[in-house]
């Protein structure tokens, strides 16, 4: 594992949601066989791989929590929907995952939008969270970039579950785009990692 000491400078990074954001969601995908990625994902994190751009993924997975997939399915699914990503020589940094559920297990300080996923970013990888991109077809995947600050962006991909909240995440002042790749185009028309 790479020392703190030896990583770079604190980074915009990426932020992405799992389910209907990079991944087509079928709703409690316990079956790799089954795992489709969004079309152009792939390539798109590629493009934020090349950017110099750290790429992490956030994912609420309750349904293990209530009992509809096991530990063991999250982490094949996984293991697939990685093996995809190399194939589009794309890569996550990290992962985060919440398994609870708020009617099973009460609040929780790791289930988005709660900040502990992304502080440990900051922790572990030196994400800088003021200055970094949060993407989802959720607003609870974009409520992060109102916490960390006005140099944090969110952004509603239209996948997913994001038209039914594209209302909402207007209202708070969020931009919607069409998918994954259209929000890597934005986050990239934005400007180059600086001091990475």
């Not at 995440?169 to 600086?194: K, P, T």
Request: proline share 8%.
């Amino acid at each position: 594992m790479t020392q703190p000491s030896a990583l770079p400078s604190f980074r915009p990074s990426v932020f992405l949601d799992r389910d209907g954001t990079i991944v087509v969601d079928p709703g409690y995908l316990r079956d790799p066989s089954e795992l489709r990625l969004v079309p152009g994902a792939g390539a798109a994190i590629a493009r934020l791989n090349a950017a110099g751009y750290p790429v992490f993924l956030v994912t609420n997975q309750a349904g293990i929590s209530r009992g509809m997939l096991t530990w063991p399915d999250y982490f094949h699914v996984t293991a697939e929907m990685e093996a995809q990503l190399a194939r589009d020589g794309a890569r996550l940094e990290a992962i985060y995952v919440c398994p609870h559920a708020p009617e099973v297990d009460g609040p929780c300080p790791d289930r988005k939008p709660a900040l502990l996923p992304y502080e440990c970013a900051a922790r572990d990888f030196r994400a800088d969270l003021r200055r970094s991109w949060y993407v989802g077809d959720r607003l609870s995947d974009l409520l992060p970039a109102l916490a960390f600050g006005a140099g944090a962006r969110g952004l509603l991909v239209l996948t997913g579950h994001g038209p039914e909240e594209e209302a909402a995440a207007q209202a708070a002042g969020f931009e919607s785009v069409a998918d994954v790749a259209a929000a890597v185009d934005r986050i990239l028309a934005a400007g180059s990692v600086a001091g990475g």
